[in-house]
């Protein structure tokens, strides 16, 4: 309820630049209207699109129970054609399961179709993402619906893949397990790349100059997080688990990344060979910049560590304090970077907000009790810091002692 009065008033309820200014101006204009009564949004609405969470559950399965619970909802207001569109990525088999739901609860066969539409918007980017996607996937088993969401988005002027629902449910799990494959491979390379004094970043250059490969999600760092990757690569292994298939290669990504979010511990415990009672400063807890979300973040890994070796942890973010003081009230949240580095024998970087990567490195050395910098996100100037006498190591960008 909290949300939707906020959300009339024209307060977005999370951080996305554009965002507000979009939302006001929706809302000026009528074209947007937030509500809680499901039976008028049901009754008005001629395509109602599904956009819950389907997190993980421990098992690695897909906790489908807010997606379960909309279609309990809405199944009791149906009383003419409704176009059922899911945005949410669910694993395949889910378009007929929910067919077959709705008939069970009594919805006349004639009153719906259901369309697997999946999303593949960036968090912080979602504006432009959906203004300018790259494709549109629509998965239909009906003619009927298929013409209504080509209407839908013809003024977006996007190619259109039409195919199967299956096919639909699995080019969303097959794109995020892509994507995150292309990151672990990218990060083992940097890793061998930290043990023979080799460049990562030019690699990564040299490598997306070929085009069947392209640059996109090939910057070495200390790992994906988020809401999609972690969870969907996993949830991928499960469904494939289920029909007999063994995905190594995507268990591999998923692996390479747990060891990758807590490299710079191995890099701090290598160097120092004792962390407790050493204050240890993060640079960043968002999983990436312009964004308030700390879902599966890397320094959410980084911290728990630290902590478990009795190091006192600092921290700085330019959107997240009080989310990460709730989680691990032993640290400190600072509002300005510079008091977050007092008296720190090391600052992590951990996301390339954009303060952080023009930090004032005679600044840092003054606050500083030892000048040491592990950059997880290979955003500081490599010459710069040489010049400065701060002790650096970076991800696959210079030779280290592993
Ligand atoms: C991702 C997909 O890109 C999007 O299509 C899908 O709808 C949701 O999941 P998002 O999680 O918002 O989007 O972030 P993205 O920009 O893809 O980055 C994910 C993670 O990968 C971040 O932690 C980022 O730091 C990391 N990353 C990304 C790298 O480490 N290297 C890269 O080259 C790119």
Redesign the pocket.
């Known amino acids: 309820m909290d949300k939707i009065i906020k959300l009339n008033k024209g307060i977005p309820t999370l951080y996305e630049r554009g965002l507000e200014g979009l939302l006001k101006e929706c809302l000026q204009s009528g074209n947007i209207v937030f509500t809680d009564d499901i039976k008028m949004a049901v009754e008005k609405s001629d395509v109602i699109f599904i956009t819950v969470g389907t997190p993980t559950l421990g098992n690695w399965e897909v906790d489908l129970s807010q997606f379960s619970e909309v279609i309990n909802e809405i199944c009791k207001y149906i009383e003419s054609y409704k176009v059922i569109v899911n945005k949410s990525t669910v694993p395949v088999g889910t378009q007929k399961c929910v067919k077959q739901l709705l008939l069970d609860r009594g919805v006349k066969k004639e009153n719906f179709d259901v369309i697997s539409n999946p ?7 979602a504006i432009y ?1 959906f203004l300018n996607a790259d494709r549109i996937v629509i998965g239909f088993d009906s003619e009927r619906a298929r013409k209504i969401m080509e209407k839908l988005y013809k003024p977006f002027n996007t190619e259109i893949v039409f195919t199967t629902p299956e096919t639909a449910e699995l080019i969303k799990y097959a ?2 397990a892509f ?2 494959t ?2 672990s491979f ?2 083992e390379m940097a890793n061998l790349c930290s043990k023979v004094g080799a460049d990562i970043e030019t690699i990564s250059y040299a490598m997306g100059l070929d085009k069947r490969i392209s640059p ?6 200390i ?7 972690p969870k ?1 690569t996993k949830a991928l292994v499960k469904m494939a688990e289920k029909y007999g298939c063994d995905f190594r290669v995507v268990k591999s990504a998923i692996e390479v990344n747990d060891n990758q979010r807590i490299l710079p511990v191995n890099i701090l415990l290598n160097y120092y060979k004792e962390l407790a009672g050493k204050v240890i400063t993060i640079l960043g807890l968002t ?2 910049p312009n ?1 308030d979300d700390i879902r599966e ?2 320094s959410l890994y980084i911290i728990r560590r630290l902590l478990d070796m009795k190091a006192v942890v600092k921290c700085y973010d330019p959107k997240v304090s009080d989310k990460m003081k709730k989680i691990f009230p032993n640290i400190r949240c600072y509002t300005n970077l510079y008091d977050s580095l007092q008296d720190s024998y090391c600052a992590i970087i951990c996301t390339e907000w954009e303060e952080i990567s023009s930090i004032d490195l005679d600044k840092v050395k003054l606050k500083m009790k030892k000048p040491v910098i592990i950059d997880g ?1 290979n955003i500081l100037d490599l010459n710069k810091v040489k010049d400065s006498g701060i002790v650096y190591f970076s991800i696959g960008r210079e030779r280290q002692n592993l």
């Open positions: 999303e593949f918007l960036r968090e912080g980017k993402d794109s995020n994507l995150a292309k990151i990218i990060n996109k999600f090939l910057k070495a760092g790992g994906f997080g988020g809401s999609c990757f969907d999983f990436k964004t973040a890397p996100r």
